[in-house]
């Protein structure tokens, strides 16, 4: 590749399909940090499809910057040893198309900056990954300061904040289709 | 045998009887149908379409508006760093395992990881997954009535080398039925799991074999309607990987989106 100024051809994506539960979820995927941490706090929800079904056959993955908005480059995400964290989580849904993460809330990787917990779907009958953002819904000013929400119509941007429930939980469903339908992302270079 | 401990385990995804009614044929006239409009259009796509009806479980789980595009911000532009802890050299070899050597054709499957700058994927997770010789995967809802080789999980994974490199070595998968359609059968293929040096590039794909014969039957395949972007995932025997009285070689390059990070050139070292 002597002209570096051409841009490669991306490779085609394909469908997870049904059997990768055995190969891609691993133990501790979805602790991002032990329940036990001080600060831990529940991300969870529901994959449904376009009837509203819950979809049983869906793994999703997150990526976040620590509490303090810093981005870890420490490796052990397959391989936890409890005190580092990585940053990124991955779980399959269960039965009832029903996930968890145990992490902690990303804090703002620039100040004033929205945070936000990046989220990728994939699932049998998708026939590419999906990407989303989950957004924190307390500082309000950031929201209302950011880019993406700010193109987005009330119901869109509402598919992209997470609840926080009386618990501290953060609850996030994703519709894959549908009147409720998230809102996924396309970035340059795709 | 492995993964049976899960007693909560209901299979939400098996249809009744007349759910595989429709025939090749008709499944062959659609997606004809989709090729022609395709042609017509003259827009060229590289990735396959979310919305592909001949692939049945896409109609309620493909999202109906187009994707929103976002600037990505500074956790976007890094992915999660896996390392030596995370990835045993071992486990690029899906061919070890305690019992004995599983039945099938030997292969290695490598190839380089770049991105869309033609710069290499470095030290970056790759995991691989696959039915057995015989089409059958280790998995409960697999209930293809093939063999398991209990010698055989179809697992592997692997960290890229500084070149972006990446090589495995396992057991050619076999072709299987499945549901979609009647007499619905995949052609033989590899499940890729990619990151990127920035999540955006995060991607999984399937690796097929040269000259399958299945290849205009399948809906998967097929749901990349561009010939030239789904040949992209089929990989090219490769004689200088073959070894002697030992294995056939494959050879698969895969591009990952661009990266959208501003590199210096340290990071980049190409």
Known sequence: MSENTERLVPTPGQTIGPFYGYALPYEGGEFLVDRSHPNAVRLHGTVYDGHGTPVPDSMLEIWQADENGQVSQEPGSLKRDGYTFTGFGRVAVDNVGHYDFTTVNPGPTEDGKAPFICLTVFARGLLNRLFTRVYLPEDTDALANDPLLNSLSEAERASMIAERQADGSLRFDVHLQGDDETVFLAYPGI | MTTENDDTFDPPYVKGADDAADTQNQLNDEMAAISKQYENA?????????????????????????????????????????????????????TIQDGGEPIGERIRISGRILDGDGRPVRNQLVEIWQANAAGRYIHKRDQHPAPIDPNFTGVGRCLTGDDGSYSFITIKPGPYPWKNHLNAWRPAHVHFSLFGTDFTQRMITQMYFPGDPLFALDPIYQSIVDPKARERLVADYDHDISEHEWLLGYRWDIVLSGSNRTWTEDDSNV
């Open chain 2, 42 to 94: 003259g827009k060229e796509e590289t990735q396959p379409r979310l919305d592909y009806a001949p692939y049945r479980s896409s109609i309620l789980r493909h999202p109906t508006k187009d994707p929103r595009h976002a600037d990505p911000e500074t956790i976007e532009l890094y992915a999660p760093a896996f390392g030596q802890r995370d990835v045993h050299a071992l486990e690029s070899d899906l």
